[in-house]
T-cell receptor
Framework: EAGVTQSPTHLIKTRGQQATLRCSPISGHTSVYWYQQALGLGLQFLLWYDEGEERNRGNFPPRFSGRQFPNYSSELNVNALELEDSALYLC?????????????FGPGTRLTVL | RKEVEQDPGPFNVPEGATVAFNCTYSNSASQSFFWYRQDCRKEPKLLMSVYSSGNEDGRFTAQLNRASQYISLLIRDSKLSDSATYLCVVNSDSNYQLIWGAGTKLIIKP
């Protein structure tokens, strides 16, 4: 069974540009989560989508946005990129809303903002 | 107080030793608990779920103490390949969202 996939693997942008990151969940999973992990730091929760709706949002500015498509894949958009947005962006999927919702991660997209 | 707290380490442990980590959580209504492992510059991977009665998977044992609101991970006969950051994860009862600890770094030395 295929795991969570993310694209691109690496992305290099300059300040002020926009970045679009993509994620395909494990088949049958309806929830997608986005996390930011700066070098040497812990996971910072960004966004949670389930069944096409945004369920929760972390403490990030509005220039971080996303959506979930009918096939449950998801896109994260970061507008007006800043140097401090350079990080590993991880996507995870789970079976959806419920108490025992283990999350399974993709390999991440490494975003570098120059 | 953070919702999930872990000792950041690093724990420097000789190969073959036993090492234990604790993780405390603040929400007494939390229902599910997990340990993840993250290697340097890689994605986190599920190590084990933590059940009320405690559970074991080979050299790894997880325990839950609801009264004191902590979970623990015990690694016996540690291997060099156990070197990683171990993340404690607890569900948020209010919306089923997982709350992640900052991780404990473990370094196994030959």
């Amino acid at each position: 069974e295929a795991g969570v996939t993310q694209s691109p693997t690496h992305l290099i942008k300059t300040r002020g540009q926009q970045a679009t990151l993509r994620c395909s969940p494990i088949s049958g999973h309806t929830s997608v989560y986005w996390y930011q992990q700066a070098l040497g730091l812990g996971l910072q929760f960004l966004l949670w989508y389930d069944e096409g709706e945004e369920r929760n949002r972390g403490n990030f500015p509005p220039r971080f946005s996303g959506r979930q498509f009918p096939n449950y894949s998801s896109e994260l958009n970061v507008n007006a990129l800043e140097l401090e947005d350079s990080a590993l962006y991880l996507c995870a999927s789970s079976l959806g809303v419920g108490s025992y919702n283990e999350q399974f991660f993709g390999p991440g997209t490494r975003l570098t903002v120059l | 107080r953070k919702e999930v707290e872990q000792d950041p380490g690093p724990f420097n442990v000789p190969e073959g030793a036993t090492v234990a980590f604790n993780c405390t959580y603040s929400n007494s209504a939390s229902q599910s608990f997990f340990w993840y492992r993250q290697d340097c510059r890689k994605e986190p991977k599920l190590l084990m779920s933590v059940y009320s009665s405690g559970n074991e998977d080979g050299r790894f044992t997880a325990q839950l103490n609801r009264a004191s609101q902590y979970i623990s991970l015990l690694i016996r006969d540690s291997k060099l390949s156990d070197s990683a950051t171990y993340l404690c994860v607890v569900n948020s009862d209010s919306n089923y969202q997982l709350i992640w600890g900052a991780g404990t770094k473990l370094i196994i030395k030959p």
